[in-house]
C-alpha cells in the first residue's frame, strides 16, 4: 500500500509524484513505458512564465482571451502567477535554461503575443522529462515500469487504487493506495494526422469515466498547423515564433532566419526533419499539415486537481481543469503540465485519509482478470486495428476542426456501433508475455469510450468557440458561455452543461 | 513496397530463428511504423519497444539489416535489400524476448545509479556559457547505441558505459549541483569513467552526435580538477600521474626516467624495480645515462601549463572547500 499511487510517467505524472514525496507520502509510480519514454520529451514547446507582474497580467489576459469565456479564471490567474517561480524552481533541479548573460531567455512561440516562454532550445520537453525523472530517482519514488492501468479500484465511493498489467508477464495486480493521480496524458491515436506517440490511448480518462468521474471540456480538440506532412513531428513554436515563415504548406527557413542561430537552437529539429522527410531545413521548406496536437478537456477536477470521486485526482493533459478553456496557447500546455502536476501531487498527499487496507482491490482484479482472460480467448489483431484505423480517419473528418450536426451524429452513432464490434474482438493469442495484441484491443477499447464523449460533447456544442468550429453554426453563441460535462450512462456518453456561472 | 520482414524469435545472435512476416507499405514510412503495423495487423506477440516515433524517447533502438539504428528515424525504402529487412536485437543486450532488450539490466540501472537528482547549491547566477555541457548531454535520448557500440561492454556488461556516463557528465558539469566531488568519485568507482579506454566507437555510433567519448574525457578532466586521478584507490596509477604532470610542468618536457621511477614508488624502490628495463634499454642504446640537453620549447611548455593551471585556479579552490 502506497500513499499515493501516481500512474502516467511523462511531465505531470513526474511532478505530482515529486511534489507528494516531497510533502512526505510513500508513492509509487506507475507507467505504461520507463518515464524518459514517454510522449512529454517530444514536446518542443517553450513553457510562458513572464518575469513580471506587468508580464503576468498580460499572460492571464491573453490566456482567457484565447480561451474565449471558458477558462476558470481562478486556475488561469492560479497558475499563470506560479509560472515564473515554477520555472524558477525547475531551472534549480537542473532545467538548463536558455539563458541572456544569466537571466533566463523569454522567446516567442507562434500565435501567443508577447516573448514569454523559457525553453531549452528545442527540448524542453526532453529536458524538463530527464530533470524530473532524476528528482524520481534521487527521493526514492517507486517506479512501476511497464504496468498498463486497467482500472479503477472504488471502494465505498472513494478511489483506494488501481489493477494494472504487467506488461513483460501478463501478471494482474490491485495497487492499493489513499490517493490515485491520474496522469496518462491525451488520445492523440483517436485522430490522424495527430502529433501522437503509440502510448496516446487516453487510458487514464476512460478509466476515470468508466468509474463514474465526470469529464469536462471534451469538445474542445487542438490542432497544430505544423505537423511534418507523413509524420507525427510538430515543428516546434518556438521556431515559427522565431521568424520561421508556415505559408501553402510548408515551412521555410531560407531568407528569414539565420542559419547559424537555426543550428544553435534547434539542432535537434533540423536533424529529424532531415531524417523522416529527407528535407534539409536551411535550403529548402519542409512540408507540414495540420494535426491534432491536444485534448483541452478531460477528467473534471478543481484546482487542486480533485475529480468527482474522492481519492481520484488528475493532472496534465488528462485533466480538465479549466486552465485552457476554448483554445490554448503554446507555451502553456507544459506550464499546466508542470503545474497542475505539482499541485494534484500535493493535494494526493494531503488526501492521506486512512484507508484501511481492504479487499476491494484484490476483488477489482479478479474481475478484471476474469475479462482478461475472456479477451486473450477472442479472435484480434487486424481486425481490431481496422476499428483503430477507422476510428483515427472518422474523428478527424467528423470532429476533428470543422464539424457540423450531421457529420457528429454520424460519429456518436458509428463509435456506438464500433464499440460493439470491439466487444466481439480480443487479444488474438493467449500469450501472457508482452501480449501486445491484447495491449492493442485495450487501447482500442479507452480511444472508443473517450472518442464518443467527445462526439457527443461536440454535437451537444451548438456554436463555435475557441478550437470548436460548427459549420452548421458558424457564430459564438452567448447563451452557451458554460462548460459541459459528460458522465457515463447506460445509453453511452451523456452530455450536461454546468449551470450558473459561465 | 513489398517488404519481408526477417524477425528473429529466439535462437541466438549467432544461430538465429526467423519468422518472415510480408507487408505492402510505401518506400518513406519508417521502419518502426512499418514493423508497429505488422504487430497490429499481422502478430500480436511480436515483441519490440517503441513509442514516440519521432526520434525522442530512444525506445525503438533495433539492429536492421545488420545496423543497429533508431528505427523511427530510418525508412523502409533506404534500410530494405531485396525487399529484405532482418530484424535482430541490438549487441550485447540481453534479451527477453524476440528483440526486447532487457533495458533494466543494459541501460536503465547504470543510468540510474547517476540520475539521482540535482542537489541544488543555491550558488551564483548561472551563465548560458556555462550550461551548455548539461543542454548538450540532455539532447541524450537514451536509444542505448553508444553502449551498443562500446568495445569495454563486448568484454564486461558490468562497465557503466557512456549512456549511463553522458547521465554523470550532465551533473559534473552542472553549475546547480551541489554535490559535484561525490558524483565524480562515484563515477570514478570501478567500471566507470577510467575503465573507458577511448575507442572512439561511442562518439562514431550516437546517431544524435553528442560524442560521448569526448564526454567520458571531459569527466575525466572534470575528476582530475578534482583531485581524483586514476579511480578507485590505483596508487599506482595516481602517482603515475603525478609524475607525468610534474615533469611537464617543472621541465618541459617528458622525462621518461623520473616518470618511470616515481611511478613505481621513487627512486629506491621505483630504482629496484626498473632496474632490469633500465639496464636492457642501455645495452639496446634506447636510454642514455648522460643528462638531457635543454629541450627547444620547453618553456613555452612550461608557460602552456602554467597558464592552464591559473586559469583552473578557481576550480582547485572549489574542491578543497
Known sequence: MHDVLVVGGGIAGLRAAVAAKGAGASVALLTQSHPTRSYSVTVQDGINAPDSAEGCDGHINDTLAAGAGLNVASVVTSICREAAALVEELDRLGVPFNRVGSVIDRAPVSGAGESRATYVNDITGLAV???????????????????????????????????????????????????????????????????????????????????????????????????????????SPLLLGAGAVLEDGSVRLNGTLDSALVEARFPDTLHRVEALSGVNMLTEPAPVQSGMSRLLGGVDVNVHGESSIPGLFAAGECAGNGFHGAQGLNGNFLLVSAASGRSAGLAAAAHMRSVAEGTAGAQAASGVRAELDAALARPGGAPVSALRTELASLMHQKAGESRDAEGLSEAVQRIRAMREEHAQLGAGSTARDFNFGLVQYLEAGTLLDVAETIAASALERTESRGVHRRTDHPEVDASQGARQQVTRSEDGARVSRETGAA | ?????????????????????????????????????????????????????????????????????????????????????????????????????????????????????????????????????????????????????????????DFY?????????????????????????????????????????????????????????????????????????????????????????????????????????????????????????????????????????????????????????????????
Open chain 1, 129 to 235: 522529462t530527464q530533470t524530473l525523472y532524476e528528482q524520481v530517482i534521487g527521493t526514492g519514488v517507486d517506479v512501476y515500469e511497464e504496468w498498463l492501468a486497467l482500472s479503477l479500484v472504488v471502494d465505498g465511493g472513494e478511489c483506494v487504487g488501481v489493477v494494472a498489467l504487467q506488461l513483460a508477464t501478463g501478471a494482474l495486480e490491485a495497487f492499493d493506495a489513499k490517493a490515485v493521480v491520474l496522469a496518462t496524458g491525451g488520445l492523440r491515436r483517436a485522430f490522424e494526422p495527430s502529433t501522437s506517440s503509440l502510448h496516446c490511448s487516453g487510458s487514464g480518462i476512460a478509466l476515470a469515466y468508466r468509474a463514474g468521474a465526470s469529464l469536462v471540456d471534451m469538445e474542445f480538440v487542438q490542432y497544430y498547423p505544423a505537423v511534418l506532412s507523413g509524420s507525427h513531428l510538430a515543428l
Open chain 2, 161 to 321: 558505459g557512456p549512456a549511463a556516463l553522458t547521465k554523470l557528465y550532465r551533473f559534473a558539469f552542472d553549475p546547480r549541483d551541489g554535490i559535484t566531488a561525490e558524483r565524480l568519485r562515484e563515477g570514478s568507482e570501478l567500471h566507470g569513467i577510467w575503465d573507458c579506454v577511448h575507442c572512439w566507437e561511442a562518439t562514431e555510433h550516437c546517431p544524435f552526435g553528442l560524442e560521448p567519448t569526448h564526454l567520458i574525457m571531459d569527466t575525466r578532466d572534470r575528476a582530475i580538477a578534482y583531485g581524483i586521478k586514476s579511480g578507485y584507490g590505483n596508487k599506482m596509477l595516481e602517482r603515475h600521474y603525478d609524475a607525468f604532470e610534474e615533469s611537464i610542468s617543472g621541465k618541459g618536457w617528458l622525462d621518461e626516467r623520473s616518470v618511470a621511477l616515481q611511478t613505481y614508488g621513487g627512486l629506491i624502490k621505483g630504482g629496484i624495480k626498473t632496474l632490469p628495463l633500465g639496464l636492457r634499454a642501455l645495452r639496446k642504446g634506447k636510454a642514455t645515462l648522460k643528462p638531457h640537453y635543454k629541450r627547444p620549447g620547453a618553456d613555452h611548455i612550461r608557460k602552456i601549463f602554467d597558464r592552464y593551471n591559473r586559469s583552473n585556479a578557481g576550480l582547485r579552490k572549489e574542491k578543497q572547500r
Open chain 2, 1 to 157: 513496397m513489398e517488404i519481408t520482414f526477417k524477425f528473429q524469435r529466439g535462437g541466438t545472435r549467432a544461430q538465429p530463428e526467423y519468422v518472415d512476416y510480408q507487408i505492402d507499405v510505401p518506400p518513406e514510412m519508417t521502419v518502426f511504423d512499418a514493423l508497429v503495423a505488422v504487430r497490429e495487423t499481422q502478430d500480436g506477440t511480436l515483441a519490440f519497444r517503441g513509442n514516440c516515433s519521432v526520434g525522442f524517447c530512444g525506445d525503438c533502438t533495433l539492429s536492421v539489416n545488420g545496423a543497429q539504428k533508431v528505427t523511427c528515424l530510418v525508412t523502409v525504402g533506404k534500410t530494405q535489400k531485396d525487399g529484405v529487412i532482418t530484424v535482430q536485437p541490438i549487441r550485447y543486450a540481453p534479451v527477453e524476448k524476440d528483440v526486447m532488450h532487457d533495458m533494466r539490466k543494459f541501460l536503465w540501472d547504470k543510468v540510474d545509479t547517476f540520475a539521482r537528482g540535482v542537489v541544488p547549491n543555491g550558488g551564483h547566477p548561472v551563465t548560458d556559457e556555462e550550461l551548455r555541457p548539461v543542454r548538450k548531454a540532455m539532447r541524450c535520448t537514451t536509444c542505448g547505441l553508444c553502449d551498443e557500440g562500446c568495445t569495454v561492454i563486448d568484454v564486461n556488461l
